[in-house]
């Protein structure tokens, strides 16, 4: 049998050593007399009384944690109960009347270890700053089999010479942050060049709404400043994205040169295929415009504006493909802000540009400027100071490749590297960008003729994009921060082949993000209004209540779009992009075929109204089918029954709160005027009652998930 472990051996209970031999039994004489045979228990004489029982196993000696727990020392142990006799109650016994029993407390003295406090019942909210700063201080973890493993050695071997003595190491310099740290601080960061982004883009679309307005010439600007991203996606940026990035990485950690020789090659490929793609863009300008849009390519002045705006958005494609090219080649080597920092710069220049624009010739509703009233110069201005931002956000990457050592040198060398195969890969995404890019394809066509034909400002295409803009801002920043700590679980449960695992992932995604989601939605649904006579007040009144209108008609859509964005995460996870890809085909003609229903039936300035309500319709279709494929992937099992529960209840909780605060609102505005003054107390008044409302009343409902939440924000911010 191994030697057991010594290292309790000879330990009292007081830490010192005591006698090596067994107690004395009852009945023995004083003063060296024999004992009495008559006298002695049967089974006083046990010759592994002096002994430490866990040592005798050598597989539980392994498993046994003498840190945490450490044994009795010898000859403690309780001596045998007489027959018959009822042992002793524990002194934490569970009560069989009750429940939910209350966990022991822990033992006290160096033996204690809790990770979350020093007290038993408290139960300690760990924000992200705790973590970032505590990441680095891994534990060593003992080795279950070490005592094993040295008593074999001590027993299974003849004893040698003595070892020389190893040489001291050298001092280890303190760490500055382990992997974890630096993983969440480099999330932090993201995460936070992310939301000022977007913040900042909400700035430059209010600054540009103001400068040309919601009518004919901000529709047309708006044409041309999407049409670049619309071929950048549908040529390059989906593959790029996708496909070419995993790749890169994987060449940075294969490659003997770290994959430099495949950076400087595929963004030499990239910029030769944008250099052309750019070029014949500009001269397909025209067709491209009435491709976009019928109704601005029929009006000449209108075509006219728009044409010369896509020439100066057009070479912006060059610089988005290699931004995105360097930011990669950046997120390899481990440096992933900048990527997310340097579109600020981008919105910063557009918003000079347009702040100029208006100092120059003023607001929109000042001005009544229009596609025959701007002069060449403002066009001229506002074409070079939008192409100005892109090139900014393109060269702010290059310090920044410098500082991680990466040089640019153009290679032409593109057979035999894996780039024909990384092409190839590209199928699934290609196709699904352009299913997703035909339905923006038709309601683009849809609301600026709906817009041209009303006559109103505010009902055409850039209404319609200004209030999706403000709609999808709630998902970008609550279920995306949701889904993004839950993603990495569900990859791991679908790789080990674990679908209960993903199911109660993805049911804790939905129920999460629904506690915020769900009163956002009817927020929208009640003050759209205010909140647009608010925020688009520059450009009239007129055009910012069409807004309003159009934004109440997104709200409760927020909801699906919100739960196709986590049950989507689901087919990723098992690397499933086929399915996804069916799903908004879907989506998208749902989309399109609502949106011309609407344009047929519906009065002009109400069919963007339609159109609004016909994208939260069709991602509804597409939640059901894609809930009832994921469903059939996971078993039949997608705990259904509780995450409708608590969407239905979120509901009944939002429906008085949005009656009461969406009707104090409304009558604030009205009694107040729809100017900033009567805005901002009617969207204050109306958002207090209605979040009020709904507290209370989830309370009431004791929604488990709003008092998890509640909880974590009680616990972070009594630290």
């Known amino acids: ?3 057991p472990y010594d290292g309790d051996r000879g330990q009292g209970a007081g830490g010192a050593g005591s006698s090596s031999g067994p107690p004395v039994p009852p009945g023995a004489g004083q003063d060296g007399e024999a004992p009495d045979p008559y006298l002695q228990h049967a089974y006083d004489h046990d010759p592994y009384r002096a002994q430490d029982l866990a040592a005798q196993d050598p597989v539980a000696e392994a498993l046994y944690d003498r840190a945490s727990h450490p044994p009795p020392p010898p000859g403690t142990y309780q001596e045998p109960q007489d027959l018959y006799q009822q042992p002793p109650a524990a002194q934490h016994a569970p009560d069989p009347r009750i429940w939910a029993q209350t966990p022991p ?72 942050g382990g992997r ?9 960061l993201m995460a936070a060049g992310t939301l000022v982004s977007r913040l900042t883009g909400f700035v430059r679309s209010l600054v540009i709404t103001a400068a040309l307005g919601a009518a004919l010439l901000g529709d047309s600007f708006t044409i041309a400043y999407t049409l670049p991203t619309m071929i950048y996606i549908l040529t390059v940026g989906g593959g790029l994205n996708s496909v070419f990035v995993p790749q890169l990485v994987r060449s940075m950690k294969d490659d003997e040169d770290g994959g430099e020789a495949y950076a400087n090659r595929l963004l030499t490929l990239v910029m030769v295929a944008l250099g052309v793609i750019v070029a014949a863009a500009v001269f397909a300008a025209p067709q491209l415009v009435h491709l976009m849009s019928r109704t601005i390519a029929n009006d000449p002045a209108a075509d006219s504006v728009a044409v010369t705006f896509a020439r100066y958005c057009l070479p912006t494609i060059f610089f988005m493909g290699v931004h995105v090219v360097m930011g990669q080649i950046l997120n390899a080597r481990g440096k992933f802000g900048a990527m997310m920092w340097t579109p600020v710069l981008n919105n910063i220049v557009m918003i000079f540009t347009f702040g100029l624009f208006i100092w120059v010739y003023g607001t929109s509703a000042e001005s009544r400027m229009g596609v025959e009233t701007i002069p060449p110069e403002g066009v001229r201005l506002l074409g070079i100071g939008t192409l100005l931002g892109l090139v900014v956000q393109a060269l702010a990457m290059i310090p ?22 990384t092409i190839r890969l590209a199928k699934w995404t290609v196709l699904f960008v352009l299913a997703n890019q035909a339905g923006v394809l038709v309601v683009t066509q849809l609301a600026t003729s709906a817009g041209k034909l009303a006559g109103k400002d505010g009902s055409g295409f850039l209404a319609y994009s200004n209030a999706q803009l403000i ?16 993603l990495p679980r569900i990859s ?69 779009y919100s739960v196709q964005y986590v049950v989507l995460r689901g087919f990723y996870a098992y690397e499933d992009t086929r399915t996804p890809f069916y799903n908004t085909v879907i989506v998208a003609a749902v989309n399109a075929a609502a949106s011309a229903l609407c344009y047929v039936i519906l009065p002009a300035q109400w069919a963007v109204v339609g159109m609004a309500a016909s994208y939260g319709l069709a991602y ?75 507290f209370a009343a989830a309370k009431k409902m004791r929604i488990e998930e709003l008092n998890g939440m509640v909880g974590m924000v009680r616990g972070r911010l009594g630290r």
């Open 620 to 694: 509804a279709v597409g939640v059901g089918i894609a809930w009832r494929r994921l469903s059939n992937r996971l078993g039949g099992d997608l705990d259904g029954a509780r995450v409708v529960r608590t969407y239905a209840r979120l509901c009944l909780a939002a429906i008085p709160a949005a009656v009461v605060g969406g009707g104090v609102g409304f009558a604030l505005l009205k009694a107040l005027g729809e100017g900033a003054g009567g805005s901002v107390v009617a969207l204050v008044c109306g958002s207090v009652i209605l979040l009020g409302i709904f």
């Open 492 to 560: 791991r449960a679908a790789h080990d082949n674990d679908p209960g695992a993903v199911r109660d992932d993805i049911s804790q995604g939905l129920r999460n993000s629904a506690v915020a989601i769900v009163p956002v939605a009817f927020t929208f649904l009640a003050l759209g209004l205010p909140m647009c006579t608010l925020l688009y007040a520059s450009s009239g009144t007129e055009a910012a209540r069409s807004m309003g209108f159009i934004l109440m008609a997104f709200g409760l859509g927020l909801i699906p």
């Open 471 to 486: 709609w999808g801002m709630p998902q970008a920043i609550i279920t995306v921060s949701v889904m993004a700590a839950l």
């Open 105 to 176: 407390p822990e033992p006290a003295g160096p033996s204690r270890h809790l990770p979350y406090g020093d007290h038993a019942a408290t139960t300690q909210y760990v924000g992200v700053d705790d973590l970032v700063t505590q990441a680095s201080g891994d534990r060593d973890e003992q080795d279950a089999f070490a005592h094993l493993f040295r008593d074999q050695e001590g027993s299974g071997r003849p004893p040698g010479p003595p070892a020389e003595p190893e040489p001291a190491p050298a001092p280890v310099p303190p760490k500055s």
């Open 400 to 421: 920044y490749l410098r500082e991680a050592g990466f040089r640019f040198r153009p290679r032409f060398d593109w057979r035999g590297h894996g780039l024909g195969k």
């Open 1 to 3: 049998m191994n030697a």
């Open 180 to 188: 974890a740290a630096g993983i969440l601080k480099s999330s932090a």
